[in-house]
């Protein structure tokens, strides 16, 4: 069976969840695969009102892609901020849209509404992507804005 976590791996999900039951994450009796500790740590870097999309945290850490990104988080990611990593179209992640959305109103995050009456807002991922700034203003990362 491949390893979920390792970089290479061409077997792994789609881009995932806040984390499987069960799955130990954070603080967990088990020790977490390297790769998975190094995106967990990114996430945890990504101040409130900001995200990162799966394919951007695969680039700050010089390996793997989104869809590893996101079999970390969909194995891992309950332990971290989960709802700060998304897809690259902006669109919230089915399943967990509510519990996304209730985040992203009580941090500010910036949003866009949805193109039918009703619809569920998307991420405005020219505003909300951080750009890694020590100062966690969250400008729009470059060729973004």
């Known amino acids: 069976m491949a390893d979920p976590a390792d970089p290479a791996d061409p ?4 881009e995932g969840a806040e984390g499987a039951e069960g799955a130990t994450g954070r603080g967990g009796a088990h020790r977490l695969p390297e ?23 695969a680039r700050r850490l010089g390996g793997g892609g989104p869809r590893q990104v996101g079999r970390v988080m969909a ?15 902006g669109r919230l992640l ?24 009703g619809a569920t807002p998307r991420l405005d991922l020219r505003r909300a992507v951080w750009d890694g700034g020590a100062d966690g203003s969250g400008a ?3 060729g973004r804005g």
């Not at 945890?44 to 394919?55: A, K, S």
């Not at 194995?75 to 179209?89: E, F, H, I, L, S």
């Not at 089915?94 to 009456?117: S, V």
């Open 11 to 14: 077997t792994d999900d789609e």
């Open 94 to 117: 089915p399943g967990h849209e509510r519990r996304a959305l209730e985040h992203y109103r009580i941090e500010g995050t910036p949003l866009r509404a949805g193109a039918d009456p």
């Open 140 to 142: 729009p990362a470059p």
């Open 35 to 57: 790769y998975a500790d190094r995106v967990l740590t990114e996430v945890e870097r990504i101040p409130p009102g900001r995200v990162l999309t799966y394919g951007d945290i």
């Open 75 to 89: 194995r891992y990611g309950g332990a971290v901020p989960w709802w700060r990593v998304v897809r690259a179209d």
